[in-house]
């Protein structure tokens, strides 16, 4: 507690005006110590520092000279984040972070144990605009992309609470449509992906993204070797449009030919977010289109139960959304099975603490 205290007076005071170092992949590091005058060297140690040692202290940096450690606490800071609240859910041992960046915005990253893992759900925008009608996020509206410092620093400030070795996997499906904030998740990827870096390893991340095709292809030349998830809620270009208006600007049938480019050229396999939701998207034909794009993908598809947006007051189509019933769920999953599709469902996860899928939205 402390820590955090001391962090938070930190945060608000004068560092606003230091060169931000935490975000900058291993290249940037070097790169910043030349431009200081110090040799390039000293960006791999920093970077071990920071990104493995999860050190937020000059001080503790003993492999540089006092003179150094000096100069960097004048000129920069290893500040993005702090955390300002923590919930954890009495029924599933979801916690919810609430972070603040240091020009005051809040967003929330949760984690999700499972019974091998403990995964780990980062935000990439304050908001988003993406207006998706089953999501609190969406009903928020945007403010603001995340620099890659503060997407990092979800994962360290996670990690530091939790212990480093607790976290196994990283997705990118908190607040905000991560490719729509392209350069900064790609930076915080590169840094996961540096071979020095004890960090969670890229297969085991996976960015959401709600069908920006341009960007799906773009990450895919860049052969990180992330997974994707293609939050793809239903088959038919009309309902999707409904339910997700930017199906509009990239109509699902671009979306899926750049996954199947994304699969082919990263030989990973993609997955399919889908939320249940009654009447819109749980009839036979929803199920038989699964089926037919199920065989056309090397895929698997997550079912998710619509979670309440209650909390969020909605109004219009949002507020005329209704879950799937858990029975008709299970059947529904169950005929994807006996039809050789690859199916996981994962029943609410912090529901109690608003910390469940599609809940994510700060109460101003
Ligand atoms: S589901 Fe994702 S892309 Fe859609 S509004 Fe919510 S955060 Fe944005």
Not at 139 to 148: A, E, R, V
Not at 153 to 171: P, W
Not at 175 to 180: D, S
Not at 211 to 234: F, Q, R, T, W, Y
Request: one cysteine or more.
């Amino acid at each position: 507690m402390r820590s955090i205290c001391l962090r938070l007076v930190t945060v608000t005071s004068e560092v606003k005006k230091k060169y931000k170092l935490k975000g900058l992949t291993l290249e940037e590091l070097k790169d910043y110590f030349i431009g200081i005058g110090e040799q390039k060297f000293r960006g791999k140690q920093l970077f071990n520092w920071m990104y493995n040692h999860l050190s937020t202290d000059f001080d503790d940096m003993l492999n540089f000279p006092k003179d150094l450690r000096n100069k960097l606490k004048d000129h920069a800071n290893l500040i993005s984040l702090s955390i300002v609240d923590s919930k954890v859910s009495t029924e599933t041992g979801t916690k919810k972070f609430v972070f603040q960046t240091e020009d005051g915005n809040k967003i929330e990253s949760v984690v999700i144990p499972e019974e091998r893992r403990n995964t780990l759900c980062v935000s990439t925008q304050v908001g988003c605009p993406l207006d998706c009608k089953f999501c609190a996020t969406g009903l928020m509206g945007y403010t603001k992309n995340l620099s890659s410092g503060e997407i990092f620093d979800q994962y360290l400030l996670a990690a530091q609470d939790l212990g480093k070795d607790k976290l196994t996997n990283i997705v990118y499906m908190g607040m905000g449509e991560p490719l729509l904030n392209f350069e900064s998740t790609v930076k915080s990827l590169k840094i996961f992906s540096e071979e020095i870096t004890s960090g969670i390893n890229l297969k085991k991340i996976t960015v959401s993204t709600a069908g920006i095709s341009p960007k799906i292809i773009e990450l895919a030349d860049l052969n990180l070797k992330v997974k994707i998830a293609l939050s793809l809620h239903s088959c038919f270009e009309d309902i999707r449009s409904k339910i997700m208006p930017i199906n509009k600007k990239y109509p699902l049938k671009e979306s899926i030919e750049a996954v199947k480019y994304y699969a082919k050229k990263t030989g990973t396999r993609i997955t399919f977010e889908y939320i249940m939701l009654k009447n819109l998207n749980d009839r036979n034909e929803d199920l038989n289109a699964l089926i037919k794009l199920s065989r056309a993908i090397p895929s698997k598809i997550n079912v998710i139960p619509f979670n309440s947006l209650k909390h969020m007051n909605p109004s219009g189509f949002s507020a005329e959304l209704e879950p799937t019933p858990k029975k008709e769920i299970e059947a529904f999953v169950q005929n994807l099975r006996n039809n050789d599709v690859t199916v996981l469902v994962r029943f609410t996860q912090g529901d109690d603490i608003a910390a469940a899928c599609g809940q994510l939205a700060i109460k101003y």
